[in-house]
């Protein structure tokens, strides 16, 4: 069986791309089972191994919205981190951002809603009150020198509202860079998103300076997705290796971009990464023994010998991918 892609480069593409893995957070996020922190801080140091330089590592949400990563400080205080490695953790509110300060945490995300529904649903405020909410967490993060990601939900549909206009994610994105956010990361949270959509999207943020996107593949999209993006010039990438996690909000949901699936495309495409894809397959193969569940990649299933996944699981959403209502409070 071919274990690697054949490379052939394509014009308009970057040479190197960098895939933000969020499978720690926003994958094991969504797994009904509580996952054992040295499963998670095994799971962290496996996908570091295999070459990724951004890992993010757990989230600071109260423990009562999100009983799946309530052990998020036993986690930062026993998992190994390796020099060139960041390892941001996403924080909801000022409580959140203490937290991240007393273990020494060097690089946070805050998420946003695109849709006033989903503010209210997801974050209790509407879509002009939730600024209230992460401005204060955003200055005291630059002010201790914190490197500061933004995520943005619902960027291309919402459940409730339809497809999202373009200018109300470009208006909400647009906040968030200016109040210094480093990063802004796009996120399609139902999958909804096609390829001219992405493409539009990028072309109205005036290109792809400081973008970044999140897909998921619900609807078979994402890859698709990815490479538009790539077309307009952006390169850093979200993903979850094996395809874990998932969205509530749409019928048989399939949740995350895997990151195997993404890295096949890219190393096909000649274009870098830094990731080992056997070692990516391995780990997937070895957490999915752990799940109790076959990994929804395609290419772990082609490659790691394992039976193809059954249809997308209704999950607990993820804090800034899909969250459950008033998951910020304290």
């Known amino acids: 069986m071919t274990r690697e892609p054949y490379p052939v480069r394509a014009e308009g593409l970057p040479e190197r791309v960098t895939i933000h893995e969020v499978g720690p957070r926003d994958g094991l996020q969504n797994e009904s089972a509580i996952v054992p922190v040295e499963v998670k801080a095994e799971f962290v140091a496996r996908l570091a191994a295999a070459g990724h330089r951004v890992i993010e590592a757990t989230s600071f949400v109260h423990p009562k919205w999100v009983p799946q990563l309530a052990d998020a400080s036993e986690l930062l205080e026993s998992m190994e981190r390796v020099p060139g490695v960041r390892y941001p953790v996403l924080v909801p509110n000022e409580r959140g951002l203490d937290r991240a300060l007393e273990h020494g945490v060097e690089e946070i995300a805050v998420f946003a809603s695109a ?97 970044a996107v999140h897909f998921h593949d619900t609807y078979g999209q994402a890859l698709a997705n990815t490479l538009a993006a790539l077309r307009e010039g952006v390169t850093v990438v979200d993903a979850s290796t094996g395809g874990i996690g998932g969205c509530p909000y749409a019928e048989s949901a399939t949740g995350n971009l895997a990151t195997e699936d993404l890295v096949w495309m890219l190393h096909g495409l000649g274009i870098e990464t830094g990731l080992d894809l056997a070692s990516l397959v391995e780990t997937s193969t070895w957490l999915a023994a752990r799940l109790g569940r076959p990994s929804p990649s395609r290419v772990v299933q082609a490659l790691g010998g394992t039976p193809p996944a059954g249809p997308g699981r209704a999950t607990t959403p993820a804090p800034g991918q899909g969250t459950t209502a008033d998951n910020v409070k304290e």
């Open 115 to 211: 849709t006033e529904t989903f503010a209210s649903r997801n974050l209790n405020r509407t879509l002009e009150s939730q600024f209230e909410m992460f401005e204060p967490v955003v200055a005291r993060a630059l002010a201790h020198g914190l490197r500061v990601r933004a995520y943005v939900s619902m960027c291309f549909g919402d459940p409730w509202e339809g497809p999202t206009p373009i200018g109300q994610v470009v208006s909400v994105g647009r906040r968030l860079l200016d109040l210094g956010c480093f990063e802004l990361s796009l996120g399609d949270t139902v999958g909804v998103g096609t390829p001219g959509h992405v493409a539009a999207l990028i072309e109205a943020f005036g290109g792809p300076s400081r973008l």
